[in-house]
C-alpha cells in the first residue's frame, strides 16, 4: 500500500472528490485500476473470479471498464434498497492510461469530453454501506454531505432542527441472507445498525418522504422488477456481451 498526499480544497466543492480520485488514479501503474471507497466493501468470494475476469478480458481493446452490480444497505445490515433512484451498476474497474478520469463528485468514470466508456460486466458485487449507521451518526452525514452543495443556510433550512436521521418504514425494504462479506462483520459495540423500524426517531421533527416511499419512485421501481427493465440513470456506455 502508497499512501499518496493531497490537498483537500473546499472551494471545489463536491468536485473535490473527483479531483482527490484522478490524483489517485493518476499514481496507478498495471493494466487495471480499481477502485473502492471507504464505505464500498468486495465480498472475498468474488476476488479471485475478479482477478480472473481482468486477465480474460486484457486482450480485449473493446473493453475499458468493468461494471459491478451493487447492494446499497439501509438501516441496519440485514436490509437492502434495490429500488429506482438507487444504483444497480457502477463501474469500479477501469482499463490503466486510455485517458479516463473520474467526473462529477467521484461516482464514476468518463472520458475528459464526457464521452462514456465501453464496458464489460464484472460479475462481482460491491457492499454498499454508506447508509448504515445510527440515526445520530446518519444525520451528521447527511448535513456534511449537502454542505458541500448548498449554502449554510440552506443545509439549516433542509437538515436542521433534527438530531438523527429518519430512515423511515426501512423495515419494508428487501431483506438480506448471509450478505455480508464473511471475513468482516459488525462490531456489536459500534452502536450501528441498531435503527427503529417504523416510525420517527424521538423528538424529532416531520420529515420529507424519502425518494422511494413517492408514488412516482414506487411506479418506476414496479416497472423495474416486472419488465427488467432499468431505468436509472447510467455512467456507463455500451455493455459488452463478453
Same mark, same amino acid.
Given at each position: ?5 493531497? %490537498? ?21 501503474? +498495471? ?9 464500498? %466493501? ?14 480474460? =478480458?486484457?486482450?480485449? /481493446? ?7 452490480? @451493487? ?15 438507487? @444504483?444497480?451498476?457502477?463501474?469500479? %474497474?477501469? /482499463?490503466?492510461?486510455?485517458?479516463? *478520469? ?26 454498499? @454501506? ?12 447527511? *448535513?456534511?454531505?449537502?454542505?458541500? /452543495? ?27 441472507? +448471509? ?12 452502536? =450501528? ?5 417504523? +416510525? ?14 413517492? =408514488?412516482? @419512485?414506487?411506479? =418506476? ?22
Amino acid at each position: 500500500m502508497r499512501i499518496v498526499d493531497a %490537498v483537500w480544497d473546499d472551494r471545489r466543492r463536491q468536485g473535490i472528490y473527483a479531483d482527490l480520485t484522478n490524483v489517485a488514479l493518476d499514481s496507478c501503474t +498495471g493494466d487495471w485500476c480499481l477502485y473502492v471507497q471507504a464505505d464500498e %466493501v468486495l465480498h472475498e468470494d468474488d476476488l479471485a473470479p475478479l482477478r480472473a475476469r481482468c486477465e480474460e =478480458l486484457l486482450g480485449d /481493446r473493446r473493453v475499458e471498464g468493468l461494471l459491478f452490480d @451493487y447492494l446499497h444497505f439501509f438501516g441496519d445490515y440485514g436490509h437492502i434498497q434495490d429500488g429506482h433512484g438507487w @444504483y444497480q451498476r457502477e463501474i469500479r %474497474v477501469i /482499463r490503466n492510461g486510455i485517458g479516463v *478520469r473520474s467526473v462529477r463528485d467521484a461516482q464514476s468514470f468518463r472520458y475528459p469530453d464526457q464521452r462514456r466508456i465501453t464496458v464489460a460486466p464484472a460479475r462481482a458485487r460491491v457492499f454498499h @454501506y454508506g447508509w448504515v449507521r445510527h440515526p445520530r451518526f446518519m444525520q451528521a452525514k447527511v *448535513r456534511e454531505f449537502w454542505s458541500h /452543495r448548498m449554502s449554510p443556510e440552506e443545509v439549516e433550512a433542509a437538515h436542521g432542527g433534527r438530531e438523527e436521521f429518519d430512515y423511515g418504514p426501512w423495515a419494508g425494504s428487501p431483506g438480506t441472507t +448471509g450478505a455480508t462479506p464473511p471475513s468482516w462483520r459488525p462490531d456489536p459495540g459500534d452502536g =450501528l445498525g441498531r435503527v427503529p423500524p417504523r +416510525g420517527r426517531p424521538p423528538g424529532s421533527v416531520r420529515r420529507q418522504r424519502h425518494r422511494d416511499e413517492r =408514488l412516482k @419512485y414506487r411506479l =418506476l421501481t414496479g416497472f423495474t422488477r416486472l419488465t427488467g427493465v432499468d431505468l436509472n440513470h447510467t455512467n456507463h456506455g455500451r455493455v459488452l456481451k463478453v
